[in-house]
């Protein structure tokens, strides 16, 4: 890798940190690219080659994946919604619906049991929500995706 590439690479790093830290506050593509050093455009299309989804999707996943969590301990769907920086019940339960694959209040109706007694680090990873390469998805991302699976 060239230090242009890896310099880029910290750069898109610092951007998802960023996401994975502070996923309930307003965040925009702007904002996340100003914390890489890029213009909006280039960001996105530098985070979609490099990890394989847009900024936003990234982020909506990480804020599903939270309210996932929040759910099993019991909150309310919209309580979770808000919690985790949704301002939009009905977008937000959509979202939630297109990558879980049932409704929040289906998912918080389940029992989970068995996930409560794993350790943080390994219920996280089991119930990571995975979604599926999209067509439109670069094809080496969606190679390194179905590696992965």
Do not use: N
């Not at 919604?81 to 939630?96: H, I």
């Amino acid at each position: 890798m060239t230090p242009e590439a890896l310099l880029a690479l910290a750069s898109l790093r610092r951007a998802r940190d960023l996401i994975d830290r502070e996923y309930a506050q307003p965040l925009d593509v702007p904002t996340m690219a100003r914390h890489a050093l890029m213009s909006p455009a280039h960001f996105s299309r530098q985070f979609r080659a490099t990890y394989g989804e847009t900024p936003y999707v990234y982020l909506m996943t990480r804020r599903i994946e939270r309210a996932m969590a929040l759910l099993r301990d019991g909150m309310s769907v919209t309580d979770a919604c808000f919690a985790v920086g949704c301002t939009s019940l009905g977008s937000f339960s959509s979202r939630f619906t297109e990558v879980v694959g049932e409704s929040p209040s289906s998912y918080a109706r389940h029992e989970h049991a068995a996930v409560q007694r794993m350790p943080g680090c390994i219920s996280r990873a089991h119930t990571r929500p995975a979604r599926l390469p999209s067509s439109r998805m670069p094809p080496t991302a969606r190679v390194a995706a179905e590696a992965e699976s």
